[in-house]
Structure formats: C-alpha cells, structure tokens
C-alpha cells in the first residue's frame, strides 16, 4: 500500500513540474507571467519525482540563466532584478487602476502591500551580483 502512495505522490509531482515548467517557460516571453516562481516549483516538484528529471532541469539554460544564483547565493544580477520588479509593478499597478476605478479600495491596500513587500524583498533581501561572462 504505501509504495503505491508513494508512486502516486510521485506522479502527482511530475505533473505540477511540469505544468510549472510550461509556465515558467511561457513566462519568459510573456511578462505577466512571473518566470522564476513557476521554475522553483518545478525545481521543488522535479526533486520530489525523479532525480534523473531535477538533474536534467537544474542542468538546462534556463534554470541556469533565471535561477541558479539565486538558489545557491540568494543573489541576481541587477538586470533580473529589474526585469522581475518592472514586470511586477507592471501587473500589479494594472490590478490596481482596474480596482481602484471601480472603488473597490480593501483589495488596493492589499495589493499595494504586497507590492512593497516584493519590493523590498528584492532590494534589501536578494543581493545584487556582478554579470557573469555568459552574460557580457
């Protein structure tokens, strides 16, 4: 009983991966979607899974360019970060005026504190680092 649980739980971890790696990746080249979220999850569910499947991802361009210093250094590049903080605002600031037009003021404070929050999340919790030369 328990090795069939554990199968289950198993193929329960490779579906979000991968349904986390699809939006990541549709993330980058949309940016309403936030890219580095859905790849620490598929990170996370590809651990759970398969270790054969987190090595092959942890190994890609795109975990390394997105991800890798920040999960090992807790550190990004000024322009990541720049490119998560404006898309950010961009979305959120949008939620905003469409509420904030309607009058409905609760869910403004409350996006607006998470806003800040992100913000100073990324400015005084994640380090800056140099580019690397993959990035010059």
């Not at 409905?104 to 806003?115: E, G, N, R």
């Not at 999340?121 to 690397?132: A, C, I, L």
Request: aromatic share 16%.
């Amino acid at each position: 009983m328990f090795v069939m649980a554990n199968k289950s739980f198993k193929v329960f971890w490779l579906i979000i991966g991968f349904i986390c790696l699809v939006l990541g990746t549709i993330g980058v080249f949309l940016p309403v979607l936030p890219t580095v979220p859905f790849y620490l999850v598929t990170t996370f569910a590809f651990a759970k899974s398969s270790e054969r499947l987190h090595n092959w991802f942890i190994n890609t361009k795109l975990y390394k360019k997105n991800l890798e210093s920040f999960v090992e250094r807790k550190a990004m590049t000024l322009k990541t970060k720049l490119y998560i903080l404006i898309s950010v605002t961009l979305v959120m600031g949008f939620g905003f005026f469409m509420m904030a037009r309607k009058g409905i003021w609760v869910p403004c404070i409350i996006l607006a504190v998470v806003w800040l929050c992100h913000i100073g999340y990324f400015m005084f919790r994640v380090k800056t680092e140099k580019k690397t030369d993959e990035e010059k």
